[in-house]
Nanobody, 118 residues
Framework: HVQLVESGGGSVQAGESLRLTCEYS?????MGWFRQGPGKEREGVAS???????TYGDSVKGRFTISRDKSKNKLFLQMNNPKPEDTGRYYC????????????????WGQGTQVTVS
């Protein structure tokens, strides 16, 4: 099993940058971030494949950046120009196979970290 632990969440005002970190015990081909805001369904935010290909949800394109430091077993989400609509609990996710699409079939999930943008 893969353990995923998120950190870096908090409360920020709109426009203030934030960076989330996910520490994982083992890497998988697809690593990414999902979120769930109040009254909303889970939404894929960003993913990165083992080959370095990235995918972003339409609502965060141009503002968020996913990256990883494989040697340190860390995944990051740089959140620039966050908006109130970005509020939610952010989950680090991983799966061994697939095209790393932003669909909720990832086999491994962290406990999440809360992000509130006002």
């Amino acid at each position: 099993h893969v353990q995923l632990v998120e950190s870096g969440g908090g409360s920020v005002q709109a426009g203030e940058s934030l960076r989330l970190t996910c520490e994982y015990s083992q890497s998988r081909y697809c690593m990414g971030w999902f979120r769930q805001g109040p009254g909303k369904e889970r939404e894929g935010v960003a993913s990165i494949s083992g080959d370095g290909r990235t995918t972003y949800g339409d609502s965060v394109k141009g503002r968020f950046t996913i990256s990883r430091d494989k040697s340190k077993n860390k995944l990051f989400l740089q959140m620039n120009n966050p908006k109130p609509e970005d509020t939610g609990r952010y989950y680090c996710v991983a799966e061994r196979y697939g095209g790393c699409a932003l669909v909720s079939n990832y086999g491994y999930w962290g406990q999440g970290t809360q992000v509130t943008v006002s």
